[in-house]
């Protein structure tokens, strides 16, 4: 079992920036992918960025350029720092790792609770 406890939400005023963290702990493999992802009221949940192990990072278009992930492997924990918010980007904001195994080839994803995030206009 993996375990993940994010921090850092909240509300702010557009352009304003927030940093979320996401510690896991627990049976990490040594292959996985951890990330965030948001939900907006009313919307599907969404991918918003992903880092690998071995560093390799995704974004989705909307928040390149404006965010930026990032992990302390010694630690376990992966950061979103959000810049130049934007009221659009308001959503309950979860943090997600996925093990990899190979043999046999199998992936168990897991969630956090999620956090809060407020940008006002």
């Known amino acids: 079992q993996v375990q993940l406890v994010e921090s850092g939400g909240g509300e702010v005023a557009a352009g304003y920036s927030l940093r979320l963290s996401c510690a896991a702990s627990?049976?990490?493999?040594?292959?996985?992918?951890m990330g965030w992802y948001r939900q907006a009221p009313g919307k599907q949940r969404e991918l918003v960025a992903t880092?690998?192990?071995?560093?390799?990072?995704n974004y989705t278009d909307s928040v390149k350029g404006r965010f930026t992930i990032s992990r302390n492997a010694a630690k376990n924990t992966v950061y979103l720092q959000m810049n130049s918010l934007k009221p659009e980007d308001t959503a309950v904001y979860y943090c997600?790792?996925?093990?990899?195994?190979?043999?046999?080839?199998?992936?168990?994803?897991?969630w956090g609770q999620g956090t809060q995030v407020t940008v006002s206009s």
């Open positions: 997600n790792l996925v093990n990899y195994y190979f043999t046999p080839p199998y992936e168990r994803h897991y």
């Open positions: 880092v690998a192990t071995a560093g390799l990072t």
């Open positions: 627990g049976s990490i493999a040594n292959i996985n992918v």
